[in-house]
Structure formats: structure tokens, C-alpha cells
């Protein structure tokens, strides 16, 4: 190999990291070598990214971190479990955190909007409600003392659907709420925090402030934060946002919100 070829490797090798460390920056993560994988009786294989991907009995899923460490569950939004919610649930369980995802559509993932508001149209809500219950089920039977939930979009909204059972130790819903009859205002006691973007054009930031409204009117405990540069998806890939015609929040209110995130699990979890 000639020295001329052995700079263009190497050159080729920094740019294409640098790429990866930008991309990573942009979302609020860190670049961060894959972690060990766990090993216990529902392992099937293994993802690129340390992910134990297993089974809880019909729901597959995607698993990282220690079992005896406080757990959050992490769900999708409604493009299905795509690679930027697993480096999410990835960075979660640098933070001593077990990390699960659900896969509510059984391996499907939508690339285009059109196809991914089909698949979430067939989606049994009722149905994910009790897988998600099984999920937590598993989490503590097989070691984490707490456990939370947090969403992303329709995942925010099934978080605010799983909270009202009283099972799980506390909810993150972002830039999602139910539909009426799947998590009524009124039942939601546990600790709850929110994040939407005032340019939301899905889910409006007023429609977040008044459900915060009945939600602490009726006793419960929900922190609501609004970011005024962000709209839909601003916790997610921009290819998401992009999609869905939606502005770009700063670097800095992503920052704020995990922040805020990382805290409020911090606070109530350990």
C-alpha cells in the first residue's frame, strides 16, 4: 500500500467518524462504544448496538443495561422501533439505567408517513396497553426495584395511557396524549413530566397545558415544559421532523429537555 493510499484511508476513516460524532451531538447523545449485552433465558440475538433483542412472551423487544438497575421503558413513535430510539435507549443505560423497548408493531417499521399512519392505524391500543403491563411485569420479576415509562409521539401517549393504571413509578410523555377513553386526566397519580414544542401541529401545545391543567387539578403531580422553537418529533431523528414538515429546535432546548428528563428519572427511580 502506498503512503499516498494509506492518507487516503485514514482520511476517509476521520471524516466518516466525525460524521457519526455530529449526527450523535445533534440528537443530545455521546459517541460511546457498544455495551456489553446481558445474557439471560429470553435472549434471542444481538443487536450492533449491545442490545439484547428478546421475547416477553408474545412481545418481541429490545433490552440493555443491568437487570438489578431501576428500568425505563421506552416507546416508539409511530414510525415503529427505528435506530435512533434504540441509541436512545442505548444512552439511557449509560446513566445506570435498564433500558426496554417494546416492539408494539412486531418488526414492521414505516419509512414513509403515509406508511407508518397505516401501520399505527391497525395497531390494537387496548391490546399495547396490556403488553406494556406484561413488559413491566417482566422488568421487576426480574430485577429493577422501579420502573418508568416514556414516550415519543404515539408513545407519549400510550405512556400516559400505561401511567393511569398506577403500575409503573413514573411517566414521560413527549409530545403526545391520548385519545379520550385510553388516559383520562383524572386518573393519573403518578409522577408525571411532559415536553412539547409550541409549533407542534399534531399534538398543540394548548391541548398539553390543559390536560397538565385537569391532570394536577384533580391531585396528580405533572411538571409540563413548552419549548417555543420546537415542534413535533424535536426529540428524534430530523429525518422524522423533515417528514413531517416540522422546525428544527436548537441544540440547546434538546439539551434542556434530557436534562430536565434525566433529572426527573434521577429524582423518582433511585
Known amino acids: 500500500m502506498t503512503p499516498r493510499t494509506k492518507s487516503m484511508l485514514r482520511l476517509g476513516s476521520q471524516r466518516a467518524f466525525a460524521s457519526q460524532a455530529a449526527t450523535f451531538a ?11 449485552p446481558c445474557k ?5 440475538t444481538t443487536t450492533a448496538m449491545g442490545m439484547d433483542k428478546i421475547d416477553i412472551g408474545s412481545i418481541p423487544a429490545y433490552e440493555i443495561g443491568d437487570k438489578t438497575a431501576p428500568a425505563v421503558i421506552v416507546l416508539q413513535e409511530w414510525w415503529g422501533v427505528t435506530p435512533d430510539l434504540k ?18 408493531y412486531k418488526g414492521k417499521v414505516g419509512v414513509e408517513v403515509e406508511e407508518a ?34 414516550g415519543f409521539c404515539m408513545g407519549g401517549a ?47 401545545a394548548k391541548d398539553a397545558e390543559e390536560f397538565h391543567t385537569k391532570v394536577n387539578d384533580s391531585s396528580g403531580d405533572f411538571e409540563l415544559y413548552i419549548y417555543e422553537d420546537a415542534g413535533h418529533a424535536f426529540l428524534t431523528a430530523e429525518s422524522h421532523r423533515d417528514k413531517l414538515d416540522q422546525p428544527r429546535a436548537s441544540d440547546e432546548t434538546r439539551k434542556l429537555a434530557w436534562s430536565r428528563i434525566y433529572s426527573f428519572f434521577d429524582k423518582h427511580l433511585k
Open 40 to 44: 439471560h433465558r429470553h435472549l434471542l
Open 158 to 204: 400510550l405512556t400516559l395511557s400505561v401511567s393511569q393504571s398506577g403500575k409503573i413509578d413514573c411517566g414521560v410523555p413527549c409530545y403526545g396524549l391520548p385519545s379520550e377513553g385510553h388516559g383520562e386526566p383524572e386518573n393519573m397519580k403518578i409522577p408525571l413530566q411532559g415536553h412539547f414544542g409550541r409549533q407542534d401541529t399534531f399534538f398543540p
Open 117 to 150: 399512519k397505516h401501520i399505527r392505524e391497525g395497531l390494537d391500543w387496548d391490546q399495547a396497553v396490556k403488553e406494556l403491563l406484561q413488559a413491566v411485569d417482566y422488568l421487576r420479576s426480574t430485577g429493577s426495584p422501579k420502573v418508568a415509562c416514556m
Open 87 to 104: 441509541e436512545i435507549a442505548t444512552e439511557i443505560s449509560t446513566r445506570n439505567y435498564r433500558a426496554l423497548i417494546p416492539d408494539l
Open 26 to 36: 445533534t440528537r443530545g447523545a455521546f459517541v460511546r462504544p457498544p455495551l456489553r
